[in-house]
């Protein structure tokens, strides 16, 4: 895939430009159980495997990367630390890194946070 990005384009790098999305997953799984989902998701949704290709004028475009990113992190700390310590760090758009997961163990559930940059969410 090599589509070009014309909407958008002067946020591109923007770190303030990202989507979070929560939720609690109940049942009788572990933390490793919702990592393998998130891979088969990744693996399930081109744009969740792409990065950002910038041509010699600066135009940019969605390439699928050779390599997918899977940014998936388990931690027990709070949702608003992580949102607060995420919304300041950019994206490495040029390498594929378009969406960060975040689970959280609990007994009986998990909590899922997902952050991405919102070209992963509307493709614009």
Do not use: K, N
């Not at 004028?57 to 630390?81: C, L, N």
């Amino acid at each position: 895939m090599d589509v070009m990005i014309t909407r958008e384009r002067p946020h591109l790098f923007a770190p303030g430009i990202s989507i979070a999305a929560g939720a609690v997953i109940t049942g009788p799984f572990t933390a490793d159980d919702l990592r393998v989902a998130i891979r088969a998701a990744i693996a399930s949704h081109e744009i969740l495997r792409c990065r950002i290709r910038l041509d010699s004028d600066g135009e940019a475009f969605y390439q699928t990367a050779a390599e997918p990113v899977e940014a998936i992190q388990v931690t027990s700390a709070r949702w608003s630390d992580i949102y607060d310590r995420e919304q300041r760090i950019p994206f490495d758009l040029e390498r594929g890194e378009l969406v960060r997961f975040f689970i959280r163990p609990v007994q009986g559930s998990c909590d899922l946070m997902v952050y991405a940059h919102h070209l992963a969410g509307d493709g614009l």
